[in-house]
């Protein structure tokens, strides 16, 4: 995940290289990896990160619920 001023912490230390993946391959989907450079998101706009965020949620929530419903995830 990012180094700024991050004051989230996950709650499973060992998924931190994970969750870095899974952003990129999110920012990947919405389009903005072009605009990141060397792991800087400073000149993303909140729109763009929030888009990234969002997809994020949207794929964990959707994992779950195949869980759930007793299905694998692709």
């Given at each position: ?55 994020m ?18």
């Amino acid at each position: 995940m990012g180094t700024g001023q991050k004051r989230n912490k996950l709650m499973v230390v060992e998924a931190q290289q994970a969750m870095y993946n899974f952003k990129y391959e999110m920012a990947n989907e919405v389009g903005v990896t072009n605009a990141i450079q060397g792991g800087y998101w400073g000149n993303i706009s909140s729109r763009d990160c929030g888009a990234v965020g969002g997809h994020m949620v949207k794929r964990m929530i959707e994992a779950y619920q195949q869980s759930v419903a007793g299905k694998t995830t692709t």
